[in-house]
């Protein structure tokens, strides 16, 4: 069932005719799920990457084996690099990716259970947000796929909004 945010985010993609495309993990393809039951989705929506094992964000997105070792998977520079491939990979003008710790195991003291990082490559930039969900599995993946895609939203209304989030 689509919600209001499918349908503007589709609208202003539409309107600005910009491709958007994902890479998703922890979601599992959730956010394209969404962007596709708005009838019409194929005119701004190239396509996405679910990447869940560190072998697949290397081979399809071109993570680094070095970022992952370093960061691992549910990591701001993991996300950022997962976004530009996603981007270069499928021709698109936006790429927003997402990795988290959905639950209910898996969580570290540094890195909870709840744990999820959004990364956007845009022709301005790349950017990033941080969130910790407090939900069940299946309401993290939830609201995971909300942020991502009010993240697009966010820049596309003004992508001077996220200057707090742009990575120099």
């Excluded at 993609?13 to 956010?31: F, N, Q, Y």
């Excluded at 990447?51 to 996300?79: F, I, M, N, P, Q």
Aim: glycine share 12%; with cysteine.
């Amino acid at each position: 069932m689509q919600s209001q945010i499918e349908i503007q985010l589709g609208d202003l993609l539409r309107v600005r005719a910009v491709k958007l495309a994902t890479a998703e993990s922890c979601t599992g393809g959730l956010i394209a799920d969404r962007l596709t039951d708005v009838p019409g989705s194929s005119e701004y929506f190239i396509g996405g990457v679910v990447a869940y094992a560190y072998e697949a964000k290397v081979a399809l997105l071109g993570v680094s084996w070095d970022t992952l070792h370093a960061y691992g998977a549910v990591s701001r520079e993991t996300v950022l690099e997962m976004a530009c491939g996603a981007r270069k990979a499928l021709g698109a003008d936006l790429a927003v990716s997402i990795s988290g710790i959905a639950g209910p195991g898996g969580g570290l003291s540094d890195k909870p259970v709840g744990t999820t990082w959004i990364g956007l490559s845009t022709p301005d930039g790349n950017f990033a947000r941080k969130f910790i969900w407090d939900g069940d599995r299946r309401k993290n993946k939830e609201l995971s796929a909300d942020a991502a895609l009010k993240f697009v939203m966010d820049y596309l209304r003004d992508p001077k909004n996220l200057q707090d989030f742009k990575v120099l």
